[in-house]
């Protein structure tokens, strides 16, 4: 399987590591963190992940080779990657 790093191009998926869900927005920092509503926000961020069929934005780091973040739309079930880009930049492709 190859990905298509937005700085390097095409690599082996084993040059690479699965970060997680690019859709999760991180809560607000509370000014105290005991203070942190750690039973519905700050709890669903930590812990709590969606597992959709289909397409799905990602989070990948390029760790042997740029060492770059970026994200990716890939389809859980056929594993497609259908777009890459920098974390700044939006993903096209899919049916999303
Ligand atoms: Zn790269």
Known sequence: MLIKCPWC???A???FSY???ATVARPPEPADP???NWDDEWYQFV???DDPKG???EVWHHIQGCRKHFKARRH???HVIADT?????ELKGGDK
Request: hydrophobic share 30%.
């Open 9 to 11: 191009g095409d690599r």
């Open 13 to 15: 998926l084993q040059e």
């Open 19 to 21: 970060q997680g869900d």
């Open 34 to 36: 005991a203070d942190a």
């Open 47 to 49: 812990y709590l992940r």
């Open 55 to 57: 397409w799905h934005d």
């Open 76 to 78: 859980t079930v056929t």
């Open 85 to 89: 880009a920098p974390m700044s930049e």
